[in-house]
């Protein structure tokens, strides 16, 4: 919640009061001394997040490891603590080195964390001697956890040894009897049962009840590197059963990873309260999306790359990232185009869309009331590519679903629709958030909120929407007087009375939203040039 605050900012410092308002929100504990924040101070109340702490090496090309785990389960909603067993030296070509670190500073940072966190659950990863593994398991009995996820991590998957045999002894007596969980690929399956070959799904069965034998009480047998198998399968017995996850095997180099998020991931799900059975069936289909969202990204010239633990890198690739962030000075000249009005002139969406660009239109938001999500999904898709090259925002109406889907670089609101804040908390920090407002309260509100503009009207009357109520140019002057963020006047608005409008003067009117007046015409480039021209000639009157 806090870039919540830092928004709110740029356009005008909250009050104390806001400010306190705004943290409340976000469950942090706060100090404060007015009467009105401590009546604040005893509402607010703390919430405990799940948490996990992984034990486990470093990578330093953060494709796997600590790193992977902090990444998953940062990505799967849960608090992540950790104690470094080991420091690599790593890439996507191999692994360059290791440091082991020394069992008392092992020993030293879980006491740091199981004395002061209360946490849900550990899961291992790297356990580079038998030393740290024993200092591992002392700290297991004392300091209890609700579960144990251990995933046996040997070699590398570029096929490096980061736990040699000599471990496995102390691995099997001491840490397997303590777990919930064992997550072993084929390999790692193979060298725990003394070598036998394990090539089949069938082997994976018989190597997951072979190590349970050993005191786990369940075994995931993972299957990414079996050999000739187009499924990726994993194989759990529980002691009773044997289950099948099987999901589709994705084409990719980028593969470096997968092994720790897999086991992250099952923390994670544990943590929040989930049974094995689910965790594993969530866990696996997060690293299956994930895979399948990075498998084109390209991170380093190895054999095996890292993934994109929260699908955002491509977001940012430079053939994309025309986007710019939000200008109130982008409110100018609103264009709003309307399905029913598109129907009506036989216009395509993306037509209208091209033509207010051509007119000038500064900012476009496509309202669309009728058609199927699927094909409004394909329009809006269209739209994005249109506007985006020019720098234009284009926004959706309502439709926080089709904005995220399309990455439209935001949503309008209204009053009905879900509140300002929990459409932030869905969208996250960057998108544009407009939301329509007839009353000064409405326009606190939306600020709070975490809101970016304010829609006010309608100023006029208009059949765009049906059973509105017109503010006026009088209410439009209140909300504006009254509001921190900038605002834009809608409803039947056009070339007759924009001057009234605009040459109001009141601080943060930024610019005029229009529907009917561009888009119930013949011409829409036209009538968007002939209104820009007007709009411009009342803002010269101001100056
Ligand atoms: N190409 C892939 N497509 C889909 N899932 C995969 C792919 N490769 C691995 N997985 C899955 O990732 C998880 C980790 O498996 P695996 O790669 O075998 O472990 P490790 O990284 O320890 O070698 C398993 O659930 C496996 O099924
Ligand atoms: C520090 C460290 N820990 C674990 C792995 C296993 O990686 P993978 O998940 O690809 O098997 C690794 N390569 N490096
Ligand atoms: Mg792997």
Redesign the pocket.
Known sequence: MGFHVCSQTLYSAPTHHQFINSISRGFHRIKVSSPRAMQQQEEVHTVRVPHVLTVAGSDSGAG?GIQADLKACSARGVYCSTVITAVTAQNTVGVQGVDIVTEDFVREQLKSVLSDMRLDVVKTGMLPSPGIIKVLCQSLKEFQVRALVV?P?MVS?SGDVLAGPLILATLREELFPLADIV??????ASALLGGIPVETVADMRSAAKSIHDIGPRNVLV?????PASSD???VLFDGKDFYE?R??????VN?????????SSIAAELAKGSSVLSAIKI??RY??SV??YSKDIRIGEGQQGPFDHSMKLKNNTPNLCARRPFDPSDLLLYAVTDSRMNKKWGRSMSDAVKAAIEGGATIIQLREKDSDTGDFLKAAKTCVEICRPHGIPLLINDRIDVALACDADGVHIGQSDMPAQTARAILGPEKIIGVSCKTPEQAEKAWIGGADYIGCGGVYPTNTKENNVTVGLEGLRRVCLESKLPVVAIGGIGSSNVKHVMELGVPNLRGVAVVSALFDRESVSGETRNLMTLIKDSTKVLK
Not at 183 to 188: A, G, M, Q, S
Not at 222 to 226: E, F
Not at 255 to 263: D, V
Request: hydrophobic letters at 35%; aromatic letters at 2%; glycine letters at 12%.
């Open positions: 796997a995933d991590v998957t997550t072993p690929n084929v390999r790692e993972k299957g990414g590197d079996l990726a399968i994993d996850f999901s589709a095997r994705i084409k990719t593969t470096h990873g997968t092994g720790c998020t897999l086991a866990a696996k690293v299956e895979l399948g």
